[in-house]
């Protein structure tokens, strides 16, 4: 068991989902978020940190012998807050890593570093990065900022590049893409109770038949259980689908390779 987990973007809809389901993996879980963290219990440490703020990461981390990094944009923006959450952010937070005696990190990266890559292709790790967005940029320099301070110190982080982390898969691109947070639940514990981890990438995908990525490189870790064809029927039934050439049936990224590069004026 870990003394103090530590949790960012404790307060969006994956931290709020997954955080009742860690909290007998630690003795203590720091929550930390830019915004409130709800429903917190009184046992929980809850911090309000800027990621981009140095000495308020550095404080964040202190203390912790393991990080659950879901902080950040999660989404397209414009480039300024991206490169202050997703890239001063991540830079922060590993530098309290290093200085904090290097605990493991599982840092949430994305399938939107691949997202160029049609649905026709089976990837491993080591494919070559093909973004879709800026956001999947970021998460390109995240995971190098995870090697270079794995090979330069120690410090191990499993970089997971999350498929679509839903309750249940909602769409047809869904079927490949889909990680029950179940799936998620039990890779988080293996990457924290694994005697040695290194700086691996792992697919953050469920064992769906349909699915685009390999992970047999970290089976004596971790395997999937759940598999999105179960929902198969269901999804036929309900959502349309897409035409032939649309992105959300061509691409990985799905609509995210659609997006334009937005201005400091876009929503």
């Not at 990621?51 to 393991?66: F, H, Q, T």
């Not at 190098?144 to 997971?160: D, N």
């Not at 792992?202 to 970290?218: E, L, M, P, Q, Y």
Request: include cysteine.
């Amino acid at each position: 068991m870990l003394k103090r987990l530590l949790i960012t973007g404790a307060a969006g809809a994956l931290g709020r989902a997954l955080t009742p389901r860690l909290r007998d993996m630690a003795e203590t879980l720091r929550l930390a978020d830019i915004v409130p963290v709800p429903d917190a219990l009184p046992q929980d440490e809850v911090v309000q940190c800027d990621l981009a703020d140095a000495a308020a990461v550095n404080a964040m981390v202190a203390g912790c012998d393991g990080i659950l990094h879901l902080g950040g944009i999660s989404v397209e923006r414009p480039f300024d807050p991206i490169l202050q959450g997703n890239i001063v952010g991540v830079y922060n937070l590993y530098e309290a890593a290093r200085v904090h005696g290097l605990p493991r990190i599982l840092f949430a990266s994305s399938n939107h570093t691949i997202g160029f890559y049609k649905q026709t292709e089976r990837l491993g790790p080591d494919c070559t990065y093909k973004p879709d967005s800026l956001y999947g940029v970021s998460k390109i320099f995240g995971e190098a900022v995870a090697q270079l301070y794995f090979e330069k110190f120690g410090q191990e982080t499993a970089r997971v590049r999350i498929g679509s982390c839903t309750p249940t898969p909602e769409n047809h691109r869904a079927l490949g893409s889909w990680f029950s947070h179940d799936d998620f639940l039990s890779l988080i514990r293996a990457v924290f109770e694994a005697p040695s981890l290194g700086c691996p990438v792992i697919w953050g995908v469920s064992d769906n038949d349909a699915g685009w990525w390999d992970n047999s490189h970290i089976a004596g870790l971790w395997q999937a259980s759940d598999n999105a064809e179960t929902f198969r029927a269901k999804i036929e039934a309900t959502v349309a689908l897409p035409a032939a050439d649309e992105a959300t049936r061509v691409y990985q990224g799905g609509i995210f390779t659609t997006y334009p590069i937005y201005q400091k004026t876009d929503a």
